[in-house]
């Protein structure tokens, strides 16, 4: 079994430039005394719209590695992945993100459910555990994870056939549903799937408040840091309870640019000694963009043409991420007024920074989930990347390690 750092991030790299700028941060944490793993995810949805495949993913990782002289843990992610999609991924990848949000609230057969709260029946009785689990929470979670613990089995089985040696690492996610889970149910979850042997070390559970594409948090911050830190005794407490691996964690997941909780997340996870992966995937493809704006010329123009494309394509850009995603469309500026901006206008609309009056986070959504209108650029797109590299790589890697690594890792 593949056993990452305590901490560890998913650095997605949709056009697989960005590898050697993003080790660059991971490079100065460690230097600062964090060390943090890195996962490359990348999500078949995503290879199939930039049209690349799962071996080119770990080609560009490989690559980054060797390039750096990085001597850091790394891993190469098939990220939600089920039944139907994970063949392509098993040669190439060793950390699995099944995800199992297409089965929540399906019901299990009545024998399955029975036995599912049979078998856990035990949880009810426990008085190690670190939240109240009633026989009426274990009976809910029948109904409605049940089904979806089982295909979380069958997936991770097929994994195990196709990788015998045991080295990759296992999550699962629940966190694309309609409700967060308790505290309790979190608990039978992790009972569930510890007596089907499935050895998950990452769990993305569905958190309070709004996990938005490329911009903060929305709700309340104090409520989630509460909820975060009664999820992560949890998953303490099962690692020791249940027989899963010590190294279970909790994964949050759209959780790039969520500034507002990252302190308190910081200090919960130093308070309870407790691990972490935090998933980043669309923030480096913003930073390219605002990379190749900073370089002005070429890149500027580039980055204007991918603005226009993505207004003029909103519908069918926006409506695979609607509900990760709150954009108003009203304020979202012209391609025409774009078009007229200068570097400074544009990198201040497009960086997520709220002291600058420039800031649109309507615009930043519409890019996060534009990145097919690059794909669609083919090499125009690559080339402009390779031509300003040096502006690119450095907004790359100031953007993970001052904004996400330093305030989680390294804060007060």
């Not at 996962?39 to 690559?63: C, F, L, Y």
């Not at 809910?140 to 613990?149: F, P």
């Not at 519409?366 to 097919?372: C, E, F, I």
Request: contains cysteine; glycine residues 8%.
């Amino acid at each position: 079994m593949k056993v990452l750092s305590k901490y560890s991030i998913g650095a997605g790299d949709r056009f697989g430039k960005q590898g050697r700028a993003q080790i660059a941060a991971f490079q100065k944490l460690a230097a600062s005394g964090v060390e943090a793993s890195i996962v490359w995810n990348k999500s078949n949805r995503e290879h199939m719209i930039i049209g690349t495949k799962p071996s080119d993913q770990r080609k560009a990782a490989d690559e980054a590695v060797r390039s750096a002289a990085y001597r850091g843990q790394y891993c190469v992610d098939a990220d939600h992945i089920g039944l139907a999609t994970v063949e392509g991924f098993l040669p190439h990848c060793d950390f699995f993100t099944i995800d199992v949000a297409d089965f929540i609230g399906k019901p299990a057969s009545p024998e399955r459910a029975a036995g599912f709260v049979e078998s856990l029946a035990f949880l009810a009785e426990d008085s190690s555990a670190p939240v109240r689990i009633r026989l009426e929470d274990i009976q809910a979670c029948a109904a409605k994870y049940a089904r979806a613990i089982d295909e979380a089995a069958k997936v991770y089985t097929r994994i195990a056939q196709a990788k015998p040696d045991g080295d990759y690492h296992i999550e699962v996610s629940m966190d694309e549903t309609d409700l967060p889970q308790s505290p309790a149910e979190l608990a039978v979850i992790l009972g569930g799937l510890a007596a089907l042997k499935i050895p998950v070390q990452t769990l993305a559970p569905k958190f309070s408040g709004r996990f938005n594409k490329g911009v903060d948090y929305v709700g309340d911050v104090r409520a989630f840091l509460a909820e975060f830190e009664a999820d992560a005794r949890v998953a303490l407490w099962a690692s020791r309870a249940l027989g899963l691996p010590e190294s279970l964690k909790l994964s949050v997941h759209s959780g790039s640019d969520k500034f507002s909780i990252y302190p308190g997340i910081g200090r919960i996870i130093k308070t309870i000694d407790c691990g972490l992966h935090l998933k980043t995937a669309g923030t480096t493809w913003l930073e390219e963009l605002i990379g190749l704006a900073e370089a002005g010329g070429k890149g500027l123009e580039i980055a204007k043409e991918i603005y226009a494309q993505a207004y003029e394509a909103y519908d069918s850009l926006v409506a695979p991420y609607a509900a990760v995603i709150d954009i108003d469309k009203a304020k979202l500026p012209s391609p025409g007024v774009v078009g007229a901006w200068s570097p400074d206008q544009y990198v201040g609309a497009l960086r997520h920074d709220r002291k600058n009056p420039g800031f649109n986070p309507n615009l930043r959504q519409l890019l996060h989930v534009g990145y097919k209108v690059a794909a669609h650029m083919g090499t125009e797109y690559l080339d402009a990347l390779d031509s300003c590299e040096e502006s690119v790589g450095k907004n790359v890697t100031a953007n993970l390690y001052e904004r996400h690594m330093v305030p989680l890792f390294l804060g007060a």
